[in-house]
């Protein structure tokens, strides 16, 4: 018996960062907390403007656009490699469906204060599925 072939997907091709390194920023404002994983913060909090663009920090494609998971708002999640993950927490309008394929930089979502007590992005970056300091990633 042969092994059986891997059939080509029909999903958009993604041009995926090859160098998680130069990452851009996916919002502007300030910097208002850190990663500490100890303390339960996965990610990097940036406070800014409601309505003020959040932008994919790299290329990839939508994978979850929702408010399933619970302290995250309006979230949507980019899968830009096997191993790589971005995580956008809070907005206040999603701009972007499932399955869509994102450049690096374009809007995907407004920032607002769905699931937060005040007006930020929460982001993360996930590799292999475990949080990662995004300030490392981020150009």
Do not use: C
Request: glycine share 12%; charged share 20%; net charge positive.
């Amino acid at each position: 018996r042969s092994a059986p072939v891997a059939q080509p997907s029909t999903a958009a091709k993604v041009s995926f960062s090859k160098n998680p390194g130069k990452w851009n920023w996916p919002a502007e404002g300030k910097l208002v907390g850190k990663f500490s994983p100890g303390d339960g913060r996965n990610g990097i909090q940036i406070s800014g403007a409601s309505g003020s663009p959040v932008k994919a920090t790299a290329a990839g494609e939508v994978v979850y656009v929702g408010e399933g998971l619970r302290g995250y708002g309006k979230l949507i999640i980019l899968k830009h490699s096997e191993q790589y993950l971005s995580a956008y927490a809070h907005n206040q309008e999603l701009m972007v469906k499932e399955g869509e394929a994102i450049n690096s930089a374009q809007q995907i979502a407004t920032m607002g204060n769905s699931g937060a007590q005040s007006t930020m992005l929460h982001f993360e970056i996930r590799k292999d599925g475990k949080p990662v300091d995004p300030l490392k990633f981020l150009k």
